[in-house]
């Protein structure tokens, strides 16, 4: 039972930015199983039928954040009635928002309130999602936050989801280590280090019971594939009733709105394609294909070092920056590496909120800042622009460079540009569309013909 009908227990991954829209939640639906759209800034379409793009016109950020939380409601509106059409009203139809997107609360809100009857749940990670329970409760919709540990879900249930426990659908949980996206890693786990998810359940579980949660469904994410390899959950009493939740799978159908390229590139991977890395502007670890993109921001930071305002120690070193040629100190060593890097054509030094330059292009260096310069403040707080959900705007840190902005590069991907030159978000699994033989000769199924094949445990 999931939202209040029984279905099959596979799930829709949500995925943001136009990857997850109604067509492919509406047709996981009318499968039997339960679709998700991705409320993350979705598509709204004209009344010729051609998707609206976002473009901001407002001089300031917080004009511009208006504007996208008006986009964002209008899409998620829209993907809503497109899965219940999709769907035949078969299955369960489920938004996915991220905690730590911008105006995510005044978001749902608009939605809930506007779209009754076309959606019976919402799942939430990225972030501590406590006000989810209190917002689904006022609209009567399930909740489903998305946690990568017990303790966070305790925390949760703690401060808030008690108070609202008879719509908590389930619980997902995703493995930090193998899903794609954001990561839920915490400072105490080791990104190198991956743990085995069954013991990391089975700890949840107990959790759970605790609360008297005993038949609430867990729902595991990140890193599934293919059911007949999770025989030691199904039916394993310290586990309990669970569901199975797919991410990347759904990427490669004919309903899915991702462009051709990027199903090709699919095809391709080889395991160790997906790199787990922290350059995300919300600060949570995210996995996504190594490519030139990717690539870039790993070059970006290796050209770092570490200055002072002043001599001290071995920073005894002069060296000018910016256009006024204003002097920092470096040590011997990294002046060294400086001037190799400014010979190099990376003549651009640009200070970081942790007292270090990066050594970057002209180009690069003038495509940064007039990022930065555009923020639309999709997130609540955003490292690359300094933005913040709050009076003052701002972080009050010092915007930093390292990073980029990611709703430039998901819109610009999830609308046909060139994939590698854009962030693509996957599950470390990826790499198994090119080893499945269900895939053989390029293969690319309906919705349909997906989850009938997962049904069969493969």
Same mark, same amino acid.
């Given at each position: ?13 949500? =995925? ?5 829209? #109604? ?7 009318? +499968? !039997? /199983?339960?679709?998700?759209? @991705? ?123 008690? =108070? ?5 659908? #389930? ?7 193998? +899903? !794609? /996206?954001?990561?839920?890693? @915490? ?272």
């Amino acid at each position: 039972m999931i939202s209040g009908r029984e279905v099959l227990p596979v799930v829709e991954g949500g =995925k943001g930015v136009s990857v997850s829209n #109604g067509e492919s939640s509406g047709a996981w639906a009318a +499968a !039997g /199983g339960v679709g998700t759209f @991705s409320g993350v800034n979705a598509d709204h379409l004209d009344e010729n039928g051609n998707v609206v793009r976002q473009i901001y016109r407002g001089k300031t950020r917080r004009e511009r954040h208006d504007e996208l939380i008006a986009y964002a409601v209008k899409g998620a509106l829209h993907q809503a009635r497109v899965a219940r059409e999709m769907s035949g009203e078969q299955g369960r139809i489920h938004m996915n928002i991220l905690w730590e997107m911008g105006g995510a609360e005044p978001i749902l809100e608009a939605v809930l309130d506007q779209s009754k009857g076309l959606i019976h749940g919402v799942t939430c990670g990225a972030g501590m999602p406590y006000k989810i329970a209190e917002i689904c409760a006022k609209y009567g919709a399930y909740y489903y936050p998305i946690v990568s540990s017990a303790r966070a879900f305790r925390a949760l249930w703690k401060r808030a989801y008690h =108070k609202f426990a008879d719509l908590l659908g #389930g619980v997902v949980y995703e493995d930090p280590w193998l +899903a !794609g /996206g954001h990561n839920g890693l @915490s400072n105490a786990e080791d990104p190198l280090k991956p743990e085995a998810p069954l013991p990391r359940v089975i700890e949840l579980r107990r959790q759970m019971l605790e609360f008297g949660l005993a038949r609430t469904p867990i729902i595991m994410a990140g890193g599934v594939w293919r059911l007949d390899e999770w025989q030691d959950f199904v039916g394993n009493p310290d586990v309990g009733p669970c569901a199975f939740q797919f991410g990347t799978r759904p990427l490669l159908t004919k309903e899915s709105p991702i462009s051709d390229a990027w199903k090709q590139r699919l095809l391709t991977l080889k395991s160790g394609d997906v790199l787990l890395h922290r350059f995300s502007p919300t600060g949570f670890y995210s996995s996504a294909v190594r490519n030139p993109f990717l690539a870039e921001l790993e070059e970006r930071s290796a050209r770092q070092v570490a200055y002072q305002m002043h001599p001290v120690g071995e920073h005894d070193q002069p060296f000018p920056v910016g256009a006024r040629g204003r002097l920092v100190y470096l040590s011997a060593q990294d002046r060294t590496a400086a001037e190799r890097w400014v010979k190099a054509g990376f003549t651009e030094a640009l200070r970081t909120p942790e007292f270090t330059l990066i050594f970057v292009t002209p180009a690069r260096a003038e495509e940064i800042h007039r990022d930065q310069v555009n923020c639309m403040g999709c997130l609540s707080a955003c490292a690359f622009s300094n933005w913040q959900q709050n009076d003052a705007g701002t972080t009050g840190k010092k915007a930093d460079p390292r990073s980029f902005c990611i709703q430039k590069t998901l819109q610009d991907i999830s609308h046909g540009a060139d994939v590698e030159a854009q962030l693509m978000f996957a599950g470390h699994n990826a790499y198994r569309f090119a080893t499945d033989p269900y895939y053989r000769n390029g293969f690319i199924p309906s919705v349909k013909q997906l989850v009938e094949r997962i049904a069969t445990g493969q």
